[in-house]
């Protein structure tokens, strides 16, 4: 079992297919692992294996990854195992994609070290409109089935981490304003729900300089053209 250690952190991950590196960001909110993949209307890891280096991760404390849980904890300890495990893996230059909680974490990354991301692939990103409640409200479900083993968090941290992780608007971890000077290329696949609101697919769309939106991916009938899409994106954009 592939296992990366750094300092308290223990981070699960998988390899997939050879080439160009891309990190694979799950879905599943604060419980993000691989294995959600497979719950997905679409799991890349197949399809993208077959001309890219698939490097897909749970989480700390999701699936096999575990970590302390801090009062300071917020979306910058996510984004500095992602990139402590792509220097981990000796990786400089990647794409990366996520689903859902993915969106954000693949914007944190481009903030983080925007000369290392080539390009994003955002399907049905979460976002803030009038559902903050409902981020509440799972990372509320997340935290109580941890609390059993985590007798030494206190109430207190658990909520300044969930008000760190959701109380920002937007994006949570980054601002209109920056996605509006993003020039990474961003392919945006709409999302429709709760949480994953169209109005935020659509804003990254309409604010970033270089994103595409594709509106019509998951059902059967729209999945060949949304797959072939995203290979011609991120072919178009893989280093030579």
Sequence with gaps: ????????????????????????????????????????????????????????MDQRNAGQSSAPIRATDSWHVYTEDQLALLDHLGVDR???????????????????????VTS????????????????????????DALKPDRPEVSAEVWESFK?????????????QEFVAQCQTPLLVLLGNDVYHPSETSRDIARLAPNATLIESWKEPQDQPAAKQAVEDFLAQHTPR
Aim: glycine share 10%.
């Design 1 to 56: 079992m592939p296992i990366f250690e750094r300092e308290d952190v223990t981070l699960y991950y998988e390899e997939h297919g050879a080439g160009f590196p891309i990190l694979l960001i799950a879905p599943g909110g604060m419980r993000s692992a691989v294995s959600f993949w497979d719950q997905a209307a679409w799991n890349p890891i197949p399809q993208l294996a077959a001309h890219y280096r698939v490097i897909a």
């Design 163 to 175: 008000t760190a992780m959701y109380g920002g608007d937007f994006l949570f971890n980054v601002s």
């Design 94 to 116: 990647f794409h990366v994609a996520g689903m859902c909680i993915g969106g954000p974490y693949c914007m944190g990354l481009i903030q983080a070290a925007p000369q290392r």
């Design 120 to 143: 994003a692939v955002l399907f049905q990103t979460i976002g803030l409109s009038d559902n903050r409640q409902a981020f509440y409200d799972m990372f509320d479900g997340w935290a």
